[in-house]
């Protein structure tokens, strides 16, 4: 399966409280879906064919933990992240904020379902969460 994962939001806290700390359970999230899954970055930090999620994740991760962020294929997207979803595959998107463009293109290829939504501020162990419904 494809996993599309954004990072701003999913995998690092957004808020000056956290000040860009990684989500509880974001390591673990990313070396199950590394190791099972073929995981593409979905992100502002990688797009119009520069890809800079490695570089921003490098310095939150220790050293021995970033070769599985290599593993995470760049996308290459325009207007909306959409654009980069193969949606002749199955696939799962983890993102925090989606447009309305966007999901009317979910809407359009019948897979809304696809679409993990995160919210940290609500709910600051969700990955270790969706961990566990892509475990059983």
Not at 1 to 11: A, K, Q, S
Not at 62 to 73: G, H, P, R, V
Not at 93 to 111: F, G, I, P, R
């Amino acid at each position: 399966m494809n996993i599309y994962i954004d990072i701003d939001g999913v995998l690092v806290h957004d808020s000056l409280k956290n000040n860009g700390a990684l989500a509880n359970g974001a390591l673990e999230l990313l070396k199950y879906l590394t190791q099972n899954h073929n995981c593409f970055w979905l992100t502002t930090h990688c797009r119009g064919g520069e890809n800079h999620a490695v570089e921003y994740l490098n310095k939150k991760f220790f050293s021995d933990e970033t070769a599985m962020l290599e593993k995470i294929k760049m996308t290459d997207w325009g207007a909306w992240k959409t654009d980069a979803i193969d949606f002749s595959q199955d696939f799962r998107w983890l993102d925090d904020d989606t447009y309305s463009l966007e999901s009317e293109a979910l809407k359009a290829h019948q897979c809304e379902d696809k679409l993990i939504k995160v919210n940290l501020h609500q709910n600051s162990n969700q990955l270790v969460e969706i961990l566990k419904h892509f475990n059983s």
